[in-house]
């Protein structure tokens, strides 16, 4: 089973042996977003839907994620500072526990059993409020020297550019974010509660389009730089604002070939996994570290990127 911690909603589910959820739940992240609350509210998701046969807990949360010592190390949306979260739910629930990032959680789903199935050299951008990535290198998860790794968001893609909420500026997540998107619209003095509402508008309203135009422009700028560094044979899109499909893919397929001269530009395509891949990373990721290491509370940091299904999770 496996619990994916969301700055709104703590998302927990059951899977059987072929990976489809047998029993979810959703409950809301608590307000106050402290700490004790916050893990009291994972632990209560994960105990939930405990039940004979499961035998490990995959978690999965947002911010700088220490995956071998199951401890989130900063994560300001959810006020969480070096905060022991796997080893609070396997104290509850008397089973392995794991964590991971949530991006490189649904990038392992992704690699197991969505499009990036095969591909050795994959690049999962998960595409929500703010932007990340998971990064598949000749065949392995990459986290990096200090765990942030796929910090895809603060890619600069324009010089002296828009000012980002990291501090820096030009970052392809001001411009290609679901909250910046919705921030420099309301910024002309027009009305849009989610991105949805402005995707929703490209084809009548000038302002919408051109505020798109630069966001997917943006996007496949970041794209190009990553795809010269890492070399990426697929590309996958995740997230919320991936239900704008075309709208959204072919701009950014553009902007992307447009960028690389004298290089093919990799595949880019849409996740069919939905917004649940974190979930079910999590629960994979869970499985093959318990398989590889078992014990309360452990995580593997070099867990394969295979698949193990003959149990439940």
Not at 122 to 135: H, P, Y
Not at 164 to 189: F, K, M, N, S
């Amino acid at each position: 089973m496996a619990v994916d911690l969301g700055g709104t909603t703590i998302k927990s589910a059951r899977y059987n042996a072929h990976g489809i959820p047998e029993e979810t739940l959703r409950i809301p992240t608590p307000s106050s977003k402290g700490p004790d609350a916050v893990v009291a509210a994972v632990v209560q998701a994960a105990a939930a839907l405990l039940r004979p046969g499961v035998r490990a807990v995959g978690l999965c949360a947002p911010g700088l994620i220490d995956t071998d010592a199951g401890t989130v190390r900063y994560a300001s949306n959810l006020g969480l500072r070096d905060t022991p979260l796997a080893a609070a739910v396997a104290d509850a629930v008397r089973l392995p526990v794991t964590l991971e990032h949530d991006v490189r959680a649904a990038c392992l789903a992704e690699r197991q059993l969505g499009l990036g199935a095969g591909v050795r050299d994959l690049l999962v951008v998960v595409l929500g409020t703010g932007l990340a990535a998971g990064i598949v290198s000749d065949g392995r998860l990459l986290r990096g020297a200090t765990g942030i790794a796929g910090e895809f968001g603060h890619i600069p893609v324009h010089a002296d550019g828009e000012l980002c909420t990291c501090g820096q500026r030009g970052c392809v997540e001001a411009y290609a974010a679901a909250g910046a998107l919705v921030r420099r619209y309301r910024r002309t003095g027009n009305t849009a509660q989610t991105a949805a509402d402005i995707t929703a508008r490209l084809d009548t309203d000038a302002v919408a389009a051109r505020i798109w135009a630069e966001a997917t422009d943006a996007l496949g700028r970041a794209l190009v730089t990553s795809t010269v560094l890492l070399d990426h044979q697929r590309i996958v899109l995740a997230g919320g604002m991936t239900a704008a499909g075309d709208r959204l893919t072919d701009p950014v397929r553009r902007s992307l070939r447009g960028g690389l001269a004298w290089r093919t530009a990799p595949a880019v395509d849409i996740s069919p996994l939905g917004a649940d891949a974190g979930l079910l990373g999590a629960a994979l990721h869970a499985l093959t570290a318990t398989e590889a290491a078992p014990g309360p509370g452990r995580a593997c940091r070099d867990a394969p990127a295979q698949a193990h299904t003959s149990r439940t999770a």
